[in-house]
């Protein structure tokens, strides 16, 4: 059984800030873990992912405003500078090899003045 589990979620004026945590199950090894975003109505796209060894990729929309973390099994997504077209339910995906990953049930982000 693998567990991953998002929070911190929630409504947020434009320029405020957020911080996303998903937490992914303690005995198992994930080599990328990552943030993933679905707008109503559109595609789910990808936010930032890190790897076990630390190397981050970022969506370009999110370059500058996104930071994302790593310790263990336990990633942090640190949101600033929001705008009303992040608003999304953002995801957690944990990857145990190239074919298997793991999603989280979702956290809801509104950005709204």
């Known amino acids: 059984q693998v567990q991953v589990v998002e929070s911190g979620g929630g409504l947020v004026q434009p320029g405020g800030s957020l911080r996303l945590s998903c937490a992914a199950s303690e005995s198992r090894y994930f080599y990328i873990m990552g943030w993933y975003r679905q707008a109503p109505g559109k595609q789910r796209e990808l936010v930032a992912t890190i790897t076990s060894g630390g190397t981050t990729n970022y969506a370009e929309p999110v370059k500058g405003r996104f930071t994302i973390s790593r310790a263990k099994n336990t990633v942090e997504l640190q949101m600033n500078s929001l705008k009303p077209e992040d608003t999304a339910v953002y995801y957690c995906?944990?990857?145990?090899?190239?074919?298997?990953?793991?999603w989280g049930q979702g956290t809801q982000v509104t950005v709204s003045s």
């Open positions: 995906n944990a990857k145990i090899n190239v074919l298997t990953g793991y």
